[in-house]
């Protein structure tokens, strides 16, 4: 198995830009997380999708962040527009059955 | 949701000194999940943990929940250089398939 897969894996924009980040899940799991990461806020949930509906997005944190999972192959976090403080590395993860969630690899999101 | 707290946030260590992070909830915890995050990494799964006292060990890594279900926590024997990273706990969410996770605690090895 793959694991799950992020792409791109860095990315550098500027600001007001708009930024599309990817994720495609671990094949058969129904749950599927994105998260932030940064030093000052730690690892935060932005929305997580049971068997592709939004079931959270309590997380995320402005109109400018949508997410979107049209199959159960693949899911898109999208910022419009971009601003510096949204430089982070973003995490998708997936699950099936239980709690427990697999990573992927980040994607590290730089907005000048 | 519930809120898994962890202390310390950050932890410096001898190589060879052990080391331990908790992780305490105000609520009782179906289960209780424990991640490491490398450097530059992404959280990987390390176990769970589900019966109330339960301890399971990996090598020098010896994981405890509570009996009370409420706090867990994860010791390191021997702390070596390749165990540095954030040690993260992660308690059940109130929805399915969600965890909710604890800020997570910085170790660090002095070789």
């Known amino acids: 198995d793959a694991g799950v897969i992020q792409s791109p894996r860095h990315e550098v924009t500027e600001m007001g830009q708009e930024v599309t980040l990817r994720c495609k899940p671990i094949s058969g799991h129904n749950s599927l997380f994105w998260y932030r990461q940064t030093m000052m806020r730690g690892l935060e949930l932005l929305i997580y999708?049971?068997?592709?509906?939004?079931?959270?997005d309590s997380g995320m944190p402005e109109d400018r962040f949508s997410a979107k999972m049209p199959n159960a192959s693949f899911s898109t976090l999208k910022i419009q527009p971009s601003e510096p403080r949204d430089s982070a590395v973003y995490f998708c993860?997936?699950?099936?059955?239980?709690?427990?969630?697999?990573f992927g690899p980040g994607t590290r999101l730089t907005v000048l | 949701g519930q809120q898994v707290m962890q202390i310390p946030q950050y932890q410096h260590v001898q190589e060879g000194e052990d080391f331990t992070t908790y992780c305490n909830s105000s609520t009782t915890l179906s289960n209780i999940q424990w991640y490491k995050q490398r450097p530059g990494g992404h959280p990987v799964f390390l176990i769970q943990l589900v019966k109330s006292g339960e301890v399971k060990k990996q090598k020098r890594l010896t994981f405890q929940f509570g009996e009370a279900k409420k706090n867990s926590s994860l010791h390191i024997t021997a702390t070596q250089t390749t165990d540095v990273g954030t040690y993260f706990c992660?308690?059940?969410?109130?929805?399915?398939?969600?965890?909710?996770f604890g800020d997570g605690t910085t170790l660090t090895v002095k070789p």
């Open positions: 993860a997936s699950s099936w059955g239980t709690d427990t969630q697999y």
């Open positions: 999708f049971n068997n592709n509906v939004p079931i959270d």
């Open positions: 992660a308690g059940p969410g109130t929805n399915a398939g969600k965890s909710t």
